[in-house]
C-alpha cells in the first residue's frame, strides 16, 4: 500500500486552512497545519518526508516570502504559494524566493489539487519512474566541472559539487534537455512544464529561466549553455 504523500499548509486563516486540510485528506495526503511561518520552519526542519508545501504570503509575523527562502535549503518538496497578491512583482518575488508555483485568492480547490498532482509526477518525487538508463546522465558543459545533469536521480552537479533545484526548475531542465538546441518558445514551456497551463504571466518562464540560468552558468550575465534567442525563446547549448 502506498503511503500517504505529506502535505505542509502555511496559512494563517484557521477556516481556510481547515477547508484546505478536509478536501486533500479526503484526496489521501496526510496534511501537517501551521498558523505562522517560525512554526512551519520547525516543521520542516524536524518532520521527515514533506513532499508539497502550501504557503501564504501574508502572515503574522515572518512572511511567506522569507518563510520560502529559509525553508528551500531545508527541503527539495515544491512549494505552492496560495496568495490575494496577485501584482506581478509578487508572484516573481515568490518564484525567485524558491517557490515552485503560485494560485492567487479566491481560487478553485480543483486547480490547486491539480498542480499538486502535477508537481508529484516529477520523478524524483514520485519514485515510479522507469529505471535509469545512459539517455538519463547528460553532461552539459565539459569545459567546467563537468556540469553534469542526472535526471534519474534529479541531480546537476558541477564536479563533486551538486546543486539544488527546485521541482519546477528540474521540469524545465529536462524539457530543454530533451531538445537540445532547439528554440523553445514560452508557449512550448508552459505547455510542458506547466500540465494543466498557467493562466497568469507569461513572464513567469522568464523568471524560472533566469533562477536556472544562475545554476547553470558561471557567468549568468553572458550565458553560454542556457542561452536566449531574443524575440523566440529559449536553448539548452551542450558544450
Same mark, same amino acid.
Given at each position: 500500500?502506498?503511503?500517504?504523500?505529506?502535505?505542509?499548509?502555511?496559512?494563517?486563516?484557521?477556516?481556510?486552512?481547515?477547508?484546505?486540510?478536509?478536501?486533500?485528506?479526503?484526496?489521501?495526503?496526510?496534511?501537517?497545519?501551521?498558523? $505562522?511561518?517560525?512554526?512551519?520552519?520547525?516543521?520542516? @526542519?524536524?518532520?521527515?518526508?514533506?513532499?508539497?508545501?502550501?504557503?501564504? #504570503?501574508?502572515?503574522?509575523?515572518? $512572511?511567506?516570502?522569507?518563510?520560502?527562502?529559509?525553508?528551500?535549503?531545508?527541503?527539495?518538496?515544491?512549494?505552492?504559494?496560495?496568495?490575494?497578491? @496577485?501584482?506581478?512583482? @509578487?508572484?516573481?518575488?515568490?518564484?525567485?524566493? %524558491?517557490? @515552485?508555483?503560485?494560485?492567487?485568492?479566491?481560487?478553485?480547490?480543483?486547480?490547486?489539487?491539480?498542480?499538486?498532482?502535477?508537481?508529484?509526477?516529477? /520523478?524524483?518525487?514520485?519514485? $515510479?519512474?522507469?529505471? /535509469?538508463?545512459?539517455?538519463?546522465?547528460?553532461?552539459?558543459?565539459?569545459?567546467?566541472?563537468?556540469?553534469?545533469?542526472?535526471?534519474? %536521480? +534529479?541531480?546537476? +552537479?558541477?564536479?563533486?559539487?551538486?546543486?539544488?533545484?527546485?521541482?519546477?526548475?528540474?521540469?524545465?531542465?529536462?524539457?530543454?534537455?530533451?531538445?537540445?538546441?532547439?528554440?523553445?518558445?514560452?508557449?512550448?514551456?508552459?505547455?510542458?512544464?506547466?500540465?494543466?497551463?498557467?493562466? %497568469?504571466?507569461?513572464?513567469?518562464?522568464?523568471?524560472?529561466?533566469?533562477?536556472?540560468?544562475?545554476?547553470?552558468?558561471?557567468?549568468?550575465?553572458?550565458?553560454?549553455?542556457?542561452?536566449?534567442?531574443?524575440? #523566440?525563446?529559449?536553448?539548452?547549448?551542450?558544450?
Amino acid at each position: 500500500m502506498t503511503a500517504a504523500r505529506r502535505l505542509l499548509v502555511l496559512e494563517d486563516d484557521v477556516g481556510l486552512r481547515t477547508s484546505l486540510r478536509l478536501v486533500l485528506e479526503n484526496e489521501g495526503y496526510e496534511v501537517l497545519e501551521s498558523a $505562522d511561518a517560525e512554526h512551519a520552519l520547525t516543521l520542516v @526542519d524536524e518532520q521527515s518526508g514533506i513532499d508539497l508545501m502550501l504557503v501564504d #504570503l501574508m502572515l503574522t509575523g515572518m $512572511d511567506g516570502f522569507s518563510f520560502i527562502r529559509r525553508a528551500r535549503p531545508l527541503s527539495q518538496a515544491p512549494i505552492v504559494v496560495v496568495s490575494a497578491r @496577485d501584482a506581478v512583482t @509578487d508572484i516573481v518575488a515568490a518564484l525567485e524566493a %524558491g517557490a @515552485d508555483d503560485y494560485v492567487t485568492k479566491p481560487f478553485v480547490v480543483e486547480e490547486v489539487q491539480a498542480r499538486l498532482r502535477a508537481l508529484l509526477r516529477r /520523478p524524483a518525487l514520485a519514485g $515510479d519512474g522507469p529505471a /535509469p538508463t545512459s539517455a538519463d546522465r547528460m553532461v552539459l558543459d565539459s569545459r567546467t566541472g563537468p556540469l553534469v545533469f542526472d535526471r534519474a %536521480g +534529479a541531480i546537476l +552537479a558541477r564536479g563533486d559539487a551538486e546543486i539544488h533545484l527546485t521541482s519546477t526548475e528540474f521540469r524545465l531542465l529536462c524539457v530543454l534537455a530533451d531538445h537540445p538546441g532547439q528554440v523553445l518558445s514560452r508557449t512550448a514551456l508552459l505547455e510542458h512544464v506547466w500540465e494543466h497551463g498557467y493562466f %497568469g504571466d507569461e513572464r513567469i518562464v522568464d523568471v524560472h529561466v533566469r533562477r536556472l540560468r544562475k545554476k547553470l552558468e558561471l557567468d549568468p550575465a553572458a550565458p553560454e549553455t542556457l542561452v536566449t534567442v531574443r524575440g #523566440l525563446g529559449y536553448r539548452l547549448d551542450v558544450r
